[in-house]
Protein backbone atom coordinates (compact mmCIF):
# COMPACT_ATOMS: atom_id res chain seq x y z
CA UNK A 1 0.00 0.00 0.00
CA UNK A 2 1.31 3.27 -0.96
CA UNK A 3 -0.02 6.78 0.00
CA UNK A 4 1.23 10.30 -1.04
CA UNK A 5 0.49 14.04 -0.46
CA UNK A 6 -0.34 16.13 -3.02
CA UNK A 7 0.43 19.94 -2.89
CA UNK A 8 -2.10 21.54 -5.19
CA UNK A 9 0.05 23.50 -7.42
CA UNK A 10 -2.94 25.26 -9.41
CA UNK A 11 -4.32 24.90 -12.68
CA UNK A 12 -4.40 27.18 -15.27
CA UNK A 13 -6.79 27.68 -17.47
CA UNK A 14 -6.33 29.58 -21.10
CA UNK A 15 -9.34 30.62 -23.04
CA UNK A 16 -8.81 30.35 -27.11
CA UNK A 17 -9.65 33.41 -28.98
CA UNK A 18 -9.42 33.58 -32.65
CA UNK A 19 -6.85 35.75 -33.64
CA UNK A 20 -5.58 36.49 -36.68
CA UNK A 21 -2.19 38.10 -35.77
CA UNK A 22 -1.97 35.17 -33.35
CA UNK A 23 -2.67 32.29 -35.62
CA UNK A 24 -0.25 33.83 -38.33
CA UNK A 25 2.65 34.25 -35.49
CA UNK A 26 2.04 30.66 -34.60
CA UNK A 27 2.65 29.41 -38.44
CA UNK A 28 6.35 31.28 -38.26
CA UNK A 29 7.50 28.63 -35.90
CA UNK A 30 5.88 25.95 -35.17
CA UNK A 31 8.46 23.78 -33.87
CA UNK A 32 8.18 22.09 -30.61
CA UNK A 33 10.44 22.63 -28.10
CA UNK A 34 11.73 20.11 -25.78
CA UNK A 35 14.37 21.33 -22.52
CA UNK A 36 15.17 18.90 -19.81
CA UNK A 37 13.76 19.47 -16.88
CA UNK A 38 15.70 19.32 -13.63
CA UNK A 39 14.10 17.75 -11.24
CA UNK A 40 16.22 17.82 -8.19
CA UNK A 41 15.65 15.24 -5.36
CA UNK A 42 11.86 15.15 -6.37
CA UNK A 43 10.94 11.26 -5.42
CA UNK A 44 9.64 9.74 -8.84
CA UNK A 45 7.98 5.88 -9.12
CA UNK A 46 10.16 4.29 -11.62
CA UNK A 47 8.25 1.17 -11.50
CA UNK A 48 5.79 -1.58 -9.36
CA UNK A 49 4.99 -4.81 -9.52
CA UNK A 50 3.00 -7.53 -7.61
CA UNK A 51 3.63 -6.47 -3.76
CA UNK A 52 6.19 -3.62 -4.44
CA UNK A 53 6.87 0.03 -5.89
CA UNK A 54 10.33 1.07 -7.50
CA UNK A 55 10.92 5.21 -6.24
CA UNK A 56 13.74 6.86 -7.67
CA UNK A 57 15.31 3.46 -8.38
CA UNK A 58 14.97 2.05 -4.93
CA UNK A 59 12.73 -1.10 -4.43
CA UNK A 60 10.31 -0.82 -1.15
CA UNK A 61 8.17 -4.26 -0.74
CA UNK A 62 6.18 -2.29 2.13
CA UNK A 63 3.62 0.28 3.01
CA UNK A 64 5.58 3.56 2.41
CA UNK A 65 4.89 7.50 2.36
CA UNK A 66 6.55 9.33 -0.64
CA UNK A 67 6.44 12.76 -0.36
CA UNK A 68 8.03 15.27 -3.37
CA UNK A 69 12.03 15.02 -1.84
CA UNK A 70 11.66 11.95 0.51
CA UNK A 71 10.01 8.41 1.09
CA UNK A 72 8.99 7.58 4.74
CA UNK A 73 9.19 3.89 5.83
CA UNK A 74 8.19 4.94 9.22
CA UNK A 75 4.34 4.73 8.35
CA UNK A 76 3.57 1.39 9.98
CA UNK A 77 0.54 0.53 8.52
CA UNK A 78 0.51 -3.60 7.63
CA UNK A 79 -2.30 -3.39 5.19
CA UNK A 80 -5.96 -2.32 3.94
CA UNK A 81 -7.42 -4.16 6.62
CA UNK A 82 -5.01 -2.85 9.25
CA UNK A 83 -5.85 1.16 8.66
CA UNK A 84 -7.23 2.69 11.27
CA UNK A 85 -7.30 6.72 12.76
CA UNK A 86 -3.77 7.27 13.54
CA UNK A 87 -2.77 6.07 10.18
CA UNK A 88 -4.96 8.56 8.38
CA UNK A 89 -4.15 10.83 11.27
CA UNK A 90 0.29 10.53 10.57
CA UNK A 91 -0.68 12.70 7.41
CA UNK A 92 -2.11 16.02 9.34
CA UNK A 93 1.38 17.17 10.02
CA UNK A 94 2.07 17.10 6.30
CA UNK A 95 -0.89 19.50 5.44
CA UNK A 96 -0.99 17.87 1.88
CA UNK A 97 -4.19 19.07 -0.34
CA UNK A 98 -4.69 15.69 -1.59
CA UNK A 99 -3.56 12.12 0.09
CA UNK A 100 -3.74 9.49 -2.36
CA UNK A 101 -4.17 6.12 -1.22
CA UNK A 102 -2.32 2.76 -3.51
CA UNK A 103 -5.06 0.01 -2.46
CA UNK A 104 -2.63 -2.51 -3.83
CA UNK A 105 -4.16 -4.73 -7.44
CA UNK A 106 -8.29 -3.87 -6.13
CA UNK A 107 -9.68 -0.53 -5.82
CA UNK A 108 -10.87 -0.67 -2.10
CA UNK A 109 -12.08 2.14 0.07
CA UNK A 110 -12.06 2.60 3.81
CA UNK A 111 -14.62 3.95 5.81
CA UNK A 112 -14.67 7.72 5.56
CA UNK A 113 -15.19 7.46 9.71
CA UNK A 114 -10.79 6.51 9.25
CA UNK A 115 -10.02 9.54 7.66
CA UNK A 116 -12.44 11.77 9.26
CA UNK A 117 -9.53 13.96 10.73
CA UNK A 118 -8.34 14.69 7.11
CA UNK A 119 -11.75 15.77 5.48
CA UNK A 120 -11.85 18.32 8.70
CA UNK A 121 -8.46 19.28 7.75
CA UNK A 122 -9.97 20.30 4.66
CA UNK A 123 -7.36 17.37 2.89
CA UNK A 124 -9.20 15.39 0.22
CA UNK A 125 -8.18 11.43 0.07
CA UNK A 126 -8.39 9.57 -2.94
CA UNK A 127 -8.56 6.18 -3.10
CA UNK A 128 -7.25 4.01 -6.04
CA UNK A 129 -4.80 1.20 -7.22
CA UNK A 130 -1.34 1.13 -6.53
CA UNK A 131 -0.76 0.93 -10.28
CA UNK A 132 -2.98 3.78 -10.99
CA UNK A 133 -1.66 6.11 -7.70
CA UNK A 134 1.99 5.50 -9.34
CA UNK A 135 0.81 6.71 -12.66
CA UNK A 136 -1.02 9.74 -11.00
CA UNK A 137 2.07 10.75 -8.56
CA UNK A 138 4.10 10.87 -12.29
CA UNK A 139 1.57 13.36 -13.27
CA UNK A 140 1.76 15.67 -10.02
CA UNK A 141 3.24 14.86 -6.74
CA UNK A 142 4.16 13.98 -4.30
CA UNK A 143 2.83 10.37 -3.18
CA UNK A 144 2.00 9.11 -0.51
Known sequence: MIKFCM???GARFYPRRPCTANAIQHK?????????????????????GAGHVMVSGERHD?????????VRS??????FDALDE????????????VLLLGTGELQRFPHP??????TDAGIG????????????????????
Open 28 to 48: KDSSLKLRQANLGDTKLFTAH
Open 74 to 79: DWDAAG
Open 113 to 118: RLYRAL
Open 125 to 144: VECMTTPAACRTRLASWPFT
Open 7 to 9: KQQ
Open 62 to 70: RSIVVLAEE
Open 86 to 97: THFAYFLAFKPD
